[in-house]
């Protein structure tokens, strides 16, 4: 179960879409406020809302620094870590958040 840890996720507006990396450390609650639109921003502007990916880190400097490196990569290596992990891009978010 998520515990009190660090976030790096990856949002999209769908499979293949519109990608957005961040880290947080309060994943169902971030992944929340941009589902609802809660502050201006890139998601909000590009409808980027389904949670394909993330990893967790009990360091806060280690959550960002792996943010750094992938919002380096190219959309490719983003399309391909995401696909390894979740070949259908489900939104992850209803499996963290028993209530929705």
Do not use: C
Request: proline fraction near 2%; glycine fraction near 6%.
């Amino acid at each position: 179960m998520l515990g009190n840890n660090y976030y790096l996720y990856i949002l999209a507006s769908g499979r293949n879409g519109t990608l957005y990396v961040g880290v947080t450390n309060s994943l169902i609650r971030r992944i929340y406020e941009h589902k609802n639109d809660q502050k201006d921003g890139f998601t909000k502007k590009y409808q980027v809302h389904d949670l394909v990916y993330y990893e967790e880190y009990n360091d806060v400097n280690v959550a960002i620094a792996r943010e750094t490196q992938v919002k380096k990569w190219n959309r490719e290596w983003k399309i391909d870590l995401i696909t390894k992990e979740n070949p259908e891009w489900k939104d992850l978010y209803s499996e963290l958040n028993p209530f929705g």
